[in-house]
């Protein structure tokens, strides 16, 4: 069964830095696009960013560019996101996930997530 | 950023009722338009992907429509695990977008 763990949150403190990591199991994450989805408390989904099979293609939501990068170890079956300059509406959890295939189709596995809290 | 507007934000709903939410892009996105559905402490899970495609294992009491701008999610007949929030998302372009969301609850 297709599997996405997530570590790496915890507790911040505002101007700090935190890697969250995604380890895939029971597919290939070679032949995958992947994704970071993240959700404040109480709030509605956000999409973070993504990355192309070799890593070579990113993109990021506005609000974490230059912050945040995403970054992939395919011979690990591993997915990454480092956060720097953390702020307190960096509060989440974090998601990570599986682009379908076929291009532009969404995401059909997702991680249970990790709780990013930035806080003083 | 291309936004993504979901109405209604909530409705209630008795299991066997006929519930359709909207999903309206600032632009057009062509058919790259997803649907999800999150309970409370779980992960989203895909519904359908590019308007009206079906995601593996889900229910066909669900259903997509729509093109350009303007989508639809239909359930044909409530069931009890269909409570739940469900989100649209846009994948036509990078940033991807979410809609704000739609509780389904309980009438």
């Known amino acids: 069964e297709v599997q996405l763990v997530e570590s790496g949150g915890g507790l911040v403190q505002p101007g700090g830095s935190l890697r969250l990591s995604c380890v895939a199991s029971?597919?290939?994450?070679?032949?995958?696009?992947m994704s970071w989805v993240r959700q404040a408390p109480g709030k509605g989904l956000e999409w973070v960013a993504n990355i192309n099979l070799g890593g070579g293609e990113k993109y990021y939501v506005d609000s974490v560019k230059g912050r945040f990068t995403i970054s992939r170890d395919n011979a690990k079956n591993s997915l990454y996101l480092q956060m720097n300059s953390l702020r307190a509406e960096d509060t989440a959890v974090y998601y990570c996930?599986?682009?379908?295939?076929?291009?532009?189709?969404?995401?059909?596995?997702w991680g249970q997530g990790t709780l990013v809290t930035v806080s003083s | 950023d291309i936004q993504m507007t979901q109405s209604p934000s909530s409705l209630s709903a008795s299991v066997g009722d006929r519930v359709t939410i909207t999903c309206r892009a600032s632009?057009?996105?062509?058919?790259?338009l997803n649907w999800y559905q999150q309970k409370p402490g779980k992960a989203p899970c895909l519904l359908i992907y590019?308007?009206?495609n079906l995601q593996s294992g889900v229910p066909s009491r669900f259903s997509g429509s729509g093109s350009g701008t303007d989508f639809t999610l239909t359930i044909s007949s409530l069931q009890p695990e269909d409570f739940a929030t469900y989100y649209c998302q846009q994948s036509y372009t990078s940033p991807q977008t979410f809609g704000q969301g739609t509780k389904v609850e309980f009438k």
């Open positions: 632009q057009s996105i062509n058919s790259y």
């Open positions: 996930a599986r682009d379908k295939p076929k291009p532009r189709a969404g995401c059909d596995y």
């Open positions: 029971e597919f290939t994450l070679s032949n995958y696009w």
């Open positions: 590019t308007t009206s």
